[in-house]
């Protein structure tokens, strides 16, 4: 290889492994610190602010007991609301497609790329997320979060496909 080549190799390759690095500011408080949430060992953790039972991976990935693998799925806004409604994971049933306020919940603003704690919730991608709240002014549009910089928006178009994180109500 000519040394030229092997430079724009060593700057592709080092673009690769910088491209999908979280950051985060010290200087800004975090919004979901890790004692914030409760590691049930099974996939799944409970918030304790706000009562919610979290899958730590989103959907098309599996929790192999330290960390999420796979390639996360999408889903239209449709898609999203059937797949939670006949979900089983870690023993329940009851998982459902969290509302704007539940999702942005979880949003770290203290970090981008992804916005998200991510020793709570590994390997999130930095994309976009379905809510199960319908956009008001559009009947063709949903709210969805983009965990990239934590941004929540009315402007997705039911059609558009988006990752899917499920969540459950604290029975207990």
């Not at 959907?59 to 609301?81: F, H, K, R």
């Not at 203290?110 to 997320?129: E, L, Q, R, W």
Request: charged letters at 20%; hydrophobic letters at 35%; aromatic letters at 12%.
């Amino acid at each position: 290889m000519k040394p030229i080549q092997n430079v724009i190799l060593l700057i592709m390759v080092g673009w690769a492994i910088t491209a999908n690095a979280q950051t985060c500011y010290d200087d800004v408080v975090h919004t979901t610190p890790n004692d914030r949430f409760i590691d049930n060992g099974d996939g799944t953790v409970k918030d304790k602010k706000t009562n919610l039972i979290w899958m730590r991976c989103v959907l098309g990935q599996e929790w192999d007991g330290q960390t999420c693998t796979g390639v996360a799925a999408t889903y239209t806004w449709q898609q999203a609301l059937k797949e939670a409604d006949v979900y089983t994971f870690a023993g329940n049933n009851d998982w459902y497609l969290p509302n704007i306020k539940e999702l942005t919940s979880i949003v770290e603003r203290a970090c981008y790329d992804p916005a998200i704690n991510k020793n709570v919730f590994p390997k999130t991608p930095s994309a976009g997320f379905w809510t199960a709240s319908p956009y008001a002014p559009n009947n063709d549009h949903a709210w969805y979060v983009d965990f990239d910089g934590g941004g929540d928006y009315g402007n997705g178009n039911k059609n558009y496909n988006f990752s899917v994180r499920l969540v459950r109500s604290d029975s207990n």
